[in-house]
């Protein structure tokens, strides 16, 4: 629960912003807005007002995080880690056949999938179950500010709304990186991310490279998905997001919200007919704005990735710090002390260097690509 304290800095933060002191509370004149303005100021040289409004600092800045749209929420898995900048192994197990000796495989009719058959009194075989050496991680990430709490001050208050301004910045580019990061394993500026070690190593090149601007281009690319296999086994997923630019993104939606195809239009004799159009999955056409921010010669290139269930092996997934996942604020303690001329408060003194309270964001997010096997990707060239 705040303290009076905390409370009076939000409030007379509100003031200085033209705003009413409490939800509901009448709107403040232009005098009491200049008074509140001044006494913002001098609160921030001579007392511990920074301090005083970490909580509702904290809380704008995760306001306006949670307020920005992540476009990787919609086809990615979230996961967490321990730890900062280490290889941490996913803990995902898959049962598997790879045990069964050639004898039971060349059996009769068996199939991966399926149960091998047993011989009079031969033992049933063990089917394995295997933990994966794949591994995730997240690194940190953040910036500071460290000129407009003095800034404020210079200016007698009246440009108090530098703090709310730099606040949803910061909480704006860290929503942002979790999806930038996670583009950067897909594409980089000279194209696919296909190289080893990069996101689609391992992926599917789709023949013929389709723009997908034909209904029936999409289904043969989502039929050669969903006859992938992913360790070892067919991966039934039943839902697909096509990732692509903004600009490309309605030509492809355009066809994927296509619902009946017409044989013969306009035929004067033989027959016409119409079909519906089934794709065998689910499909989200997404257009991305990083993949062009990444990559400006994208055109009409496209990812179809694929999104599996909870109980099926991830695919692409961003990562965030285990009991820390949203961006956290700091103030920083001056490394300052003065000698005479009156009182100080260590708190918000400023930094030694600058005089200027230095004010930073800090989060800690990763992305990784996993089972990829089941992701499509094509330039639209239509070669």
């Given at each position: 629960?705040?303290?009076?304290?905390?409370?009076?800095?939000?409030?007379?933060?509100?003031?200085?912003?033209?705003?009413?002191?409490?939800?509901?509370?009448?709107?403040?004149?232009?005098r009491?807005?200049?008074?509140?303005?001044i006494?913002?100021?001098?609160?921030?040289?001579?007392?511990?007002?920074?301090?005083?409004?970490?909580?509702?600092?904290r809380?704008?800045?995760?306001?306006?995080?949670?307020?920005?749209?992540?476009?990787?929420?919609?086809?990615?898995?979230?996961?967490?880690?321990?730890?900062?900048?280490?290889?941490?192994k996913?803990?995902?197990?898959a049962?598997?056949?790879?045990?069964?000796?050639?004898?039971?495989?060349?059996?009769?009719?068996?199939?991966?999938?399926?149960?091998?058959?047993?011989?009079?009194?031969?033992?049933?075989?063990q089917?394995?179950?295997?933990?994966?050496?794949?591994?995730?991680?997240?690194?940190?990430?953040?910036?500071?500010?460290?000129?407009?709490?003095?800034?404020?001050?210079?200016?007698?208050?009246?440009?108090?709304?530098?703090?709310r301004?730099?606040?949803?910045?910061?909480?704006?580019?860290?929503?942002?990186?979790?999806?930038?990061?996670?583009?950067?394993?897909?594409?980089?500026?000279?194209?696919?991310?296909?190289?080893?070690?990069?996101?689609?190593?391992?992926?599917?090149?789709?023949?013929?490279?389709?723009?997908?601007?034909?209904?029936?281009?999409?289904?043969?690319?989502?039929?050669?998905?969903?006859?992938?296999?992913?360790?070892?086994?067919?991966?039934?997923?039943?839902?697909?997001?096509?990732?692509?630019?903004?600009?490309?993104?309605?030509?492809?939606?355009?066809?994927?919200n296509?619902?009946?195809?017409?044989?013969?239009?306009?035929?004067?004799?033989?027959?016409?007919?119409?079909?519906?159009?089934?794709?065998?999955?689910?499909?989200?056409?997404?257009?991305?704005?990083?993949?062009?921010?990444?990559?400006?010669?994208?055109?009409?290139?496209?990812?179809?990735?694929?999104?599996?269930?909870?109980?099926?092996?991830?695919?692409?997934?961003?990562?965030?710090?285990?009991?820390?996942?949203?961006?956290?604020?700091?103030?920083?303690?001056?490394?300052a002390?003065?000698?005479?001329?009156?009182?100080?408060?260590?708190?918000?003194?400023?930094?030694?260097?600058?005089?200027?309270?230095?004010?930073?964001?800090?989060?800690?997010?990763?992305?990784s690509?996993?089972?990829?096997?089941?992701?499509?990707?094509?330039?639209?060239?239509?070669?």
């Amino acid at each position: 629960m705040a303290t009076q304290k905390q409370l009076e800095a939000l409030r007379l933060w509100r003031v200085a912003e033209g705003k009413a002191a409490t939800k509901d509370g009448p709107k403040p004149t232009r005098r009491q807005v200049e008074q509140a303005q001044i006494r913002f100021a001098e609160s921030i040289a001579y007392g511990d007002l920074p301090t005083q409004l970490l909580p509702s600092l904290r809380r704008t800045l995760v306001q306006r995080f949670e307020e920005t749209p992540r476009a990787w929420s919609r086809f990615a898995r979230r996961m967490t880690v321990e730890g900062i900048d280490v290889d941490e192994k996913v803990e995902v197990y898959a049962f598997n056949q790879d045990n069964l000796d050639d004898q039971q495989k060349m059996g009769d009719g068996f199939v991966p999938g399926g149960l091998p058959s047993i011989g009079r009194q031969a033992p049933y075989p063990q089917i394995g179950l295997e933990g994966t050496e794949k591994t995730i991680r997240a690194g940190k990430v953040g910036e500071a500010f460290g000129i407009e709490w003095e800034a404020i001050v210079n200016t007698r208050g009246r440009r108090v709304n530098l703090v709310r301004d730099a606040l949803e910045a910061f909480g704006r580019h860290a929503a942002n990186t979790e999806d930038i990061r996670l583009a950067q394993k897909l594409v980089k500026s000279s194209g696919f991310a296909t190289a080893s070690g990069e996101g689609l190593n391992g992926a599917t090149a789709l023949s013929g490279n389709p723009d997908l601007y034909d209904p029936e281009d999409i289904a043969t690319v989502i039929g050669t998905l969903l006859n992938t296999q992913v360790e070892g086994q067919l991966v039934p997923y039943s839902r697909f997001a096509i990732l692509t630019s903004t600009a490309n993104a309605p030509y492809i939606r355009r066809a994927v919200n296509a619902r009946n195809m017409v044989r013969n239009p306009g035929a004067t004799s033989g027959l016409s007919w119409s079909e519906q159009i089934d794709f065998g999955a689910e499909i989200e056409v997404i257009g991305w704005k990083w993949l062009s921010s990444i990559w400006s010669g994208i055109g009409k290139g496209a990812i179809i990735v694929p999104i599996p269930d909870e109980d099926e092996l991830p695919v692409l997934t961003v990562n965030l710090l285990e009991g820390y996942e949203t961006p956290s604020l700091w103030i920083k303690d001056s490394n300052a002390r003065q000698v005479g001329g009156g009182e100080v408060n260590p708190e918000v003194d400023g930094d030694f260097d600058s005089d200027a309270v230095m004010t930073k964001v800090r989060h800690v997010v990763g992305a990784s690509s996993l089972w990829n096997a089941a992701i499509g990707y094509t330039t639209g060239a239509n070669a």
